[in-house]
């Protein structure tokens, strides 16, 4: 115990322990930011602590069904915000669940929400930008501690619901905080009161017309209903009905209605991208409002890929987080509520039954639905929603066999032909050269630099539009998909290049690869000779037109990058050898060629063969196969160049 903490407790007696509890560092840090920063978007910290309050409610309403005892008292559930100017003081009240002493402890000492921490991990990313704090405040849910840019004083006076112990909270913000037992005389009957004690320069917050502004901004939308006192004896004055928006029709809801739930339901703060609002008759009846985000959540890669889901049935929030999408559309955020699930069983067997199934497939479908029904009405909508979310429904093709050829129908590229993206899949058809078999692509990090490979060379001289995919998912899905309309997926970088067949665009006849001269055919063995071990085969190339060589893999086995990919994950051992095809054309090797049937020079050939695989695995974005021989021979050819 602490010096304060024993002394509060002998001043109490030692019936009355007194418990100060240093905050966790984390917490310390964020109420640092909080105490000693003015952010002008402070007026948050309203819509956080009403969130709170309803999210006490509806966890009480759920604990209810097993054990209705705990809602004896009959009290309907509510939120009272009430003011009292002459204290200082602003209450936000709720009769939820409320608290014990040790959630107390585990709740309001750490860090609980996840969109604090993600904030917490954004400012660590931005180390020293204190500034950079003011405006991503507002896009997180920074959840509780938010009071204390308003506050000096916080006090929680709450009691868990079925108890007979109460407690108090009691904290400055700087460092700890303490909690008290709480006469019951003193106590709510159930639930939590946050009572704040303003800062000087907050004051503001005693206006009632100002709080009921921000609560109908902010928090309209929330399913439990509001009160408003503006004094201590004051009259209550309803602020919102905390009916299920939901559960409306269309007709009834506004737009800001709309994007007030939005933010609520994803603690993010921008406006929905995609609103669908329906209710489903027929064998099951439920309804739903879903959302497709304006931006991307901070959350979308985490491993754990949680959507935020929200399961009801009638009326009574089962899980937060149900398990209502797949993971590649894990960015869309809903919530479902339903009379055809049973109320009286865990939250996990209601996952289990075939209705919740039903209703998952229903909901997929329609969220499908309308992404196909806004690719073609709106392109443009559906082109943001694609820049922020396609790398993750892409994820789909790979994992949804079912849905694969609707995906195909929404997937948007980016190709050699078409920098800009915003390619379909049946624009690239539309687009097909004369003679040409397959979809071809190229697997990479970064569209950008994949335009610049020179495997795509031969394919940009007959015109043949190449899919540059970027995505990590990307190297999963084109090795399982079949094709698209009859065409196979192939890869630029793999195998020969079958297209031979295909005219050039200048109309020109491209010289054949079976071709070669005898010289070069010579120079092209010993090269395989010299390469020996670093790579399966040297051979002519038709993919290139402008660069002397670059590497594929061989025809059978995983693309080069899907390699990469397994490898970095620890999931490949050895990377398989790739080919190595040079170009026969190419002044480089002609003169290579020649030189090599002339006086016979083998040293600079072999130089010269390990500098072209080396300058190919560079192009590639990897490492030259060993740093000090490549620089060895670079020096050397530089110095026959000088001299
Ligand atoms: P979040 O609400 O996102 O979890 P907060 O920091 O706002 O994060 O709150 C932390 C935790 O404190 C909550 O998860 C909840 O367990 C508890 N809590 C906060 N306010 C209340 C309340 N009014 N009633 C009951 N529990 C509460």
């Known amino acids: 115990m602490t010096d304060e903490a024993e002394a509060a407790t002998g001043a109490a007696g030692a019936a009355t322990p007194t418990a100060t509890h240093a905050f966790q560092a984390d917490v310390a840090r964020l109420l640092d930011l909080m105490v000693h920063s003015i952010y002008s978007e402070r007026d948050i910290f309203i819509r956080e602590l009403i969130s709170n309050a309803a999210d006490a409610c509806e966890k009480l309403r759920y604990e209810a069904i097993a054990h209705p005892e705990l809602v004896a008292d009959g009290a309907?559930?509510?939120?009272?915000?009430?003011?009292?100017?002459?204290?200082?003081?602003?209450?936000?009240?709720d009769n939820g669940i409320g608290m014990s002493e040790a959630d107390l402890i585990a709740a309001l000492g750490?860090?609980?929400?996840?969109?604090?921490?993600?904030?917490?991990?954004?400012?660590?990313?931005?180390?020293?930008?204190?500034?950079?704090?003011?405006?991503?405040?507002?896009?997180?849910?920074?959840?509780?501690?938010?009071?204390?840019?308003?506050?000096?004083?916080?006090?929680?006076?709450?009691?868990?619901?079925?108890?007979?112990?109460?407690?108090?909270?009691?904290?400055?913000?700087?460092?700890?905080?303490?909690?008290?037992?709480?006469?019951?005389s003193l106590a709510p009957t159930r639930g939590s009161r946050v009572n704040l004690f303003l800062k000087e320069d907050a004051k503001?917050?005693?206006?009632?017309?100002?709080?009921?502004?921000?609560?109908?901004?902010?928090?309209?939308?929330?399913?439990?209903p509001?009160?408003?006192?503006?004094?201590?004896?004051?009259?209550?004055?309803?602020?919102?009905?905390?009916?299920?928006?939901?559960?409306?029709?269309?007709?009834?809801?506004?737009?800001?209605?709309?994007?007030?739930?939005?933010?609520?339901?994803?603690?993010?703060?921008?406006?929905?991208?995609?609103?669908?609002?329906?209710?489903?008759?027929?064998?099951?009846?439920?309804?739903?409002?879903?959302?497709?985000?304006?931006?991307?959540?901070?959350?979308?890669?985490?491993?754990?890929?949680?959507?935020?889901?929200?399961?009801?049935?009638?009326?009574?929030?089962?899980?937060?987080?149900?398990?209502l999408v797949p993971g590649w559309l894990r960015f869309v955020r809903l919530v479902v509520d339903t009379a055809d699930l049973p109320l009286n069983v865990s939250r996990e067997i209601v996952?289990?039954?075939?209705?919740?199934?039903?209703?998952?497939?229903?909901?997929?479908?329609?969220?499908?639905?309308?992404?196909?029904?806004?690719?073609?009405?709106?392109?443009?909508?559906?082109?943001?929603?694609?820049?922020?979310?396609?790398?993750?429904?892409?994820?789909?093709?790979?994992?949804?066999?079912?849905?694969?050829?609707?995906?195909?129908?929404?997937?948007?590229?980016?190709?050699?032909?078409?920098?800009?993206g915003n390619r379909t899949l049946a624009d690239y058809i539309a687009n097909l050269r004369p003679n040409q078999t397959a979809i071809y692509y190229l697997l990479g990090d970064d569209a950008k630099r994949l335009a610049g490979s020179p495997q795509l060379e031969g394919f940009k001289a007959r015109g043949i539009e190449v899919l540059l995919l970027p995505d990590p998912v990307d190297a999963f899905w084109v090795g399982t998909?079949?094709?698209?309309?009859?065409?196979?997926?192939?890869?630029?970088?793999?195998?020969?290049?079958?297209?031979?067949?295909?005219?050039?665009?200048?109309?020109?006849?491209?010289?054949?690869s079976e071709d070669v001269s005898p010289k070069v055919a010579t120079l092209l063995a010993f090269m395989?000779?010299?390469?020996?071990?670093?790579?399966?085969?040297?051979?002519?190339?038709?993919?290139?037109?402008?660069?002397?060589?670059?590497?594929?893999?061989?025809?059978?086995?995983?693309?080069?990058?899907?390699?990469?990919?397994?490898?970095?994950?620890?999931?490949?051992?050895?990377?398989?050898?790739?080919?190595?095809?040079?170009?026969?054309?190419?002044?480089l090797v002609t003169a290579l060629a020649s030189r090599f049937g002339g006086d016979g020079d083998k040293a600079i050939v072999e130089d010269s063969a390990w500098l072209l695989f080396d300058e190919a695995r560079i192009v590639d974005g990897e490492q030259p196969k060993d740093a000090a021989a490549f620089a060895a021979r670079l020096r050397r050819v530089l110095e026959r160049a000088a001299a």
């Open 76 to 93: 309907p559930f509510a939120i009272t915000v009430s003011l009292d100017p002459d204290k200082n003081r602003l209450t936000v009240a």
């Open 110 to 184: 750490t860090i609980a929400s996840s969109g604090t921490k993600a904030f917490l991990d954004r400012l660590n990313a931005e180390e020293d930008k204190k500034a950079e704090a003011q405006n991503l405040i507002g896009q997180f849910g920074i959840g509780f501690y938010s009071a204390f840019m308003v506050a000096d004083r916080v006090e929680v006076e709450t009691r868990r619901a079925g108890t007979d112990a109460a407690w108090r909270w009691i904290s400055d913000g700087k460092g700890a905080y303490r909690i008290e037992p709480l006469d019951l």
């Open 204 to 224: 503001e917050f005693l206006q009632a017309y100002k709080i009921e502004s921000l609560i109908k901004e902010h928090s309209g939308a929330v399913a439990v």
């Open 226 to 323: 509001i009160v408003f006192l503006d004094k201590p004896e004051g009259e209550e004055k309803s602020l919102t009905d905390g009916a299920a928006l939901w559960a409306k029709s269309k007709s009834d809801v506004t737009p800001e209605q709309y994007t007030e739930f939005y933010r609520t339901l994803a603690g993010q703060f921008d406006e929905p991208a995609l609103t669908i609002h329906w209710r489903a008759e027929g064998r099951y009846e439920y309804n739903v409002l879903a959302f497709v985000p304006g931006s991307r959540p901070f959350d979308l890669f985490d491993p754990a890929r949680k959507g935020r889901a929200k399961l009801y049935v009638r009326r009574v929030l089962i899980t937060s987080d149900a398990d």
């Open 351 to 420: 996952q289990q039954s075939p209705v919740f199934a039903a209703i998952k497939k229903g909901v997929v479908t329609r969220v499908m639905g309308e992404l196909t029904k806004l690719a073609e009405n709106d392109k443009d909508a559906f082109g943001k929603i694609w820049e922020n979310f396609g790398s993750v429904i892409k994820e789909g093709l790979y994992e949804d066999y079912e849905r694969r050829d609707a995906l195909f129908k929404l997937a948007r590229f980016v190709s050699s032909t078409h920098p800009d």
């Open 481 to 512: 998909a079949a094709g698209f309309e009859g065409k196979p997926f192939k890869s630029v970088t793999q195998g020969a290049a079958d297209i031979k067949l295909v005219p050039l665009a200048d109309g020109q006849e491209a010289p054949k």
């Open 528 to 587: 395989k000779q010299t390469l020996e071990g670093a790579v399966e085969d040297v051979r002519a190339s038709d993919r290139l037109s402008e660069s002397p060589a670059c590497l594929v893999a061989p025809e059978h086995g995983p693309d080069r990058r899907l390699e990469r990919i397994l490898s970095q994950h620890g999931r490949l051992d050895e990377l398989s050898k790739p080919v190595l095809e040079v170009n026969p054309n190419h002044p």
